[in-house]
Nanobody
Framework: QVQLVESGGGVVQAGGSLRLSCAAS????????MGWFRQAPGKEREFVAS???????VVDDSVKGRFTISRDNAKNTVYLQMNSLKPEDAAVYYC??????????????????????WGQGTQVTVSS
């Protein structure tokens, strides 16, 4: 079955960096789009970044220039490099996946409803 396991969260000071990883199994990773979302306490889950099978990507304006999404299809893993972290970036970060069926797709997706499977999340805490 589809499994997504996030890791790399933790506590970091404002201005610091973290790299999140999401290890995927149970499906053909290279034909799926991948996404990162986050949810802070008392807030709705929100889009962070998305990447297509060939690496086309988009990030939310709130993290543009600070966060980078990437993927390694050989390792079935998607990453989120987070730099210049701010207290408002603190949240549980989730990865998610959507089947595309094409190795060559450039499609990315920014809405929760567009994703089928989700990981359990990893906590990111940013101290000021």
């Amino acid at each position: 079955q589809v499994q997504l396991v996030e890791s790399g969260g933790g506590v970091v000071q404002a201005g610091g960096s973290l790299r999140l990883s999401c290890a995927a199994s149970g499906f053909r990773f290279s034909v799926y789009a991948m996404g990162w979302f986050r949810q802070a306490p008392g807030k709705e889950r929100e889009f962070v970044a998305s990447i297509s099978p060939v690496g086309a990507n988009v990030v939310d304006d709130s993290v543009k220039g600070r966060f980078t999404i990437s993927r390694d299809n050989a390792k079935n893993t998607v990453y989120l490099q987070m730099n210049s972290l701010k207290p408002e970036d603190a949240a549980v970060y989730y990865c998610a996946t959507r089947f595309l069926g094409s190795l060559r797709s450039n499609n990315v997706f920014t809405r929760e409803v567009e994703y089928r499977h989700w990981g359990q999340g990893t906590q990111v805490t940013v101290s000021s």
